[in-house]
T-cell receptor
């Protein structure tokens, strides 16, 4: 069974540019989560999809971040425009049911210069 | 509020030594889940264990064991006879039982474990 995959693995962009991160969850997992770890701090929750619906987006830092999950399969996280403080590692996770263990992808390392 | 504290920022031991990673949590939920994840140098987060708050039995999996003490709000992780491949950052984490909070995993700041040959 394939795990959670994320693309790209690393992205370097300039301040003000746009970047789109992609996450493909484990097949059959309706729950998809985004987290990020910035500046060596804790890994922080961003949002949670159940199928294509946003169940909880309380962790989204501001309106420069837009997450979508059209069709309830893969998800994208767009940062527009990117700021220096957005640099960090963005993790995606999926779970079969809420409250169950979340399986994480390898992360996308975003560097904003 | 929910919070996870991993007081040990870095630990370094010689191979074959036993090592315990501490984790203390705070939550007002009566039922909750506790987790440990491993992040090796390759960067991915590897799920190790999930424990329901109702189950205080200690768990052993090979060289890994977990000690859940509800009375002290601790969920410590012990590696017996450590190996170089155990070198990684280990995260303790917590999620609630209510649907709205169960969607979030609250992570500790992580403990970087280095096993020297």
């Amino acid at each position: 069974e394939a795990g959670v995959t994320q693309f790209p693995s690393h992205s370097v962009i300039e301040k003000g540019q746009t970047v789109t991160l992609r996450c493909d969850p484990i097949s059959g997992h309706d729950n998809l989560y985004w987290y990020r770890r910035v500046m060596g701090k804790e890994i922080k929750f961003l949002l949670h999809f159940v199928k294509e619906s946003k169940q909880d987006e309380s962790g989204m830092p501001n309106n420069r971040f837009l997450a979508e999950r059209t069709g309830g399969t893969y998800s994208t996280l767009k940062v527009q425009p990117a700021e220096l403080e957005d640099s960090g590692v963005y993790f995606c996770a999926s779970s079969q049911q809420w409250g169950y263990e979340q399986y994480f992808g390898p992360g996308t390392r975003l560097t904003v210069t | 509020a929910q919070k996870v504290t991993q007081a040990q920022t870095e630990i370094s031991v010689v191979e074959k030594e036993d090592v315990t990673l501490d984790c203390v949590y705070e939550t007002r939920d009566t039922t909750y889940y506790l987790f440990w994840y491993k992040q090796p140098p390759s960067g991915e987060l590897v799920f190790l264990i999930r424990r329901n708050s109702f189950d205080e039995q200690n768990e052993i999996s090979g060289r890994y064991s977990w000690n859940f003490q509800k009375s002290t709000s601790s969920f410590n992780f012990t590696i017996t006879a450590s190996q170089v491949v155990d070198s990684a950052v280990y995260f303790c984490a917590l999620s609630g039982s209510l649907y709205s909070s169960a969607s979030k995993i609250i992570f500790g700041s992580g403990t970087r474990l280095s096993i020297r040959p």
